[in-house]
């Protein structure tokens, strides 16, 4: 048995190591790894249940179970026997870091997804206007929305039920077709029985991938839910980092024709154009960001109800930053969130006189030019 521990031990050292090469990593995501996630959404998607989340309690149970009889026969005083139990919860560990490596760990090494983006690196002051004009246009559609759109008796928009949210989501996938960075199957998102528990954590999704299964929490705020389930199916679509599954998860409801998903995707990404406009025209900031009474209200609303929801995200979140930096995510839980970059100020010699022109450049990440991508393609449809 230890032989066996220290083979897949060894094999786990060479797959980690094989991984920082970003051509591997590229391959490996795009063939293997989404063959297995495409094969087992498949298997899984029969199932109406999460077997993630079975799966997590019998793992639990066994480990338990295993670590209960280890006690015993140390107790009996029959050390090597109560070891081999240890061994074998040793055993399961390292299999499953090698399927999990497989399935997930190469995909946090590829490249940034392909989608449409806005082609400069950078805004000067002469798009000044530009942006002023688009941030006004994803406002005003934002707002329309928001004043329109059902609504409980608290102010929470209805939504729709997660069955039918995620049936309309893989329909939506199917516009990545175009891009070979994704797989083409895109299972459907399930729900999650222990949602007290996950809303404790603060959690409202999660992706598995050797089992291909996009699991949500329910109880997540509804005008954060198309969002949410985006960014789960996202993952399953080879998007791994959660950086990379938010900014996919943007794009594919802020590009919708589907008024619930654009409202989500609006609250769920506005403050990026924000940070444009106020580096840009603070002066215009509040005229453009006029949001409508019942965003504010229902923003208000989903933060009480993290709040109500408390005992366990503070553990969670150390569990999850712990998670991601083992999946070489420097950031931790601050991956979830694309950072802003510092702008430049550029000085050129002025061609027609002795000084010199000194032009600001915004410099633009990778979810500001899909936004600003999107919003003008929706613009110049209109
Ligand atoms: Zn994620």
Redesign the pocket.
């Known amino acids: 048995m230890l032989i066996a521990a220290g083979v897949l031990a060894a094999i786990l050292a060479f797959l980690l190591i094989l991984r920082t090469s970003s051509t591997v990593s590229e391959w490996m995501a795009s063939h293997f790894s989404r063959g297995w996630v495409t094969f087992f959404s498949k298997v899984t998607s029969v199932f109406p249940f999460s077997l993630y989340e079975t799966l997590l309690y019998v793992a639990i149970i066994g480990c338990i179970a295993l670590i209960t009889v280890a006690i015993v026969f140390f107790c009996k005083k029959a050390p090597l026997r109560a070891t081999t139990y240890l061994i074998v919860i040793l055993l399961a560990g390292l299999g499953f870091g090698n399927v999990y490596t497989l399935t997930a760990g190469f995909s946090y090494y590829r490249e940034t997804p392909q989608l449409p983006y806005y082609e400069a690196e950078y805004l000067t002051d002469d798009q000044k206007e530009e942006l002023v004009f688009l941030a006004k246009f994803m406002m005003d559609d934002f707002n329309d929305i928001a004043r329109t759109i059902e609504r409980d008796e608290e102010g929470r928009v209805k939504g729709m039920p997660i069955d039918k949210l995620s049936a309309l989501l893989v329909e939506e996938y199917k516009r990545l077709d175009v891009f070979d960075y994704y797989s083409t199957f895109t299972p459907r998102a399930k729900k999650i029985t222990s949602k007290r528990i996950m809303s404790h954590m603060h959690i409202t ?3 598995f991938a050797p089992f291909g299964e996009a699991n949500v929490n329910p109880l997540t705020p509804p005008s954060n839910l198309p969002v949410t389930v985006a ?2 199916l ?2 399953s679509k080879g998007a791994m980092r ?1 950086s990379d ?2 900014l996919v998860a943007y794009y594919i409801t802020i590009t919708s024709d589907n008024e619930y998903l654009r409202y989500s995707g609006y609250l769920a990404c506005y403050k990026y154009l924000m940070d444009m406009i106020l580096y840009f025209d603070a002066s215009e900031y509040e005229k453009v960001f006029d949001f409508d009474g019942s965003i504010i209200k229902e923003s208000v609303l989903n933060d009480a109800f993290w709040n109500k929801y408390d005992l366990l995200d503070k553990i969670t979140e150390a569990f999850n930053d712990l998670y991601l930096k083992l999946q070489g995510q420097k950031e931790g839980t601050g991956s ?1 969130v694309e950072p802003t970059l510092p702008p430049d100020t550029v000085q050129t010699p002025d061609p027609g006189g002795d000084g010199t022109l000194i032009e600001r450049r915004y410099n633009l990440n990778t979810v500001q030019k899909m936004i600003l991508k999107a919003l003008d393609d929706r613009a110049n449809d209109r």
Do not use: K, Q, S
């Open positions: 999704g999660v992706f960014h789960e996202a993952h959660e599954a938010n979830y």
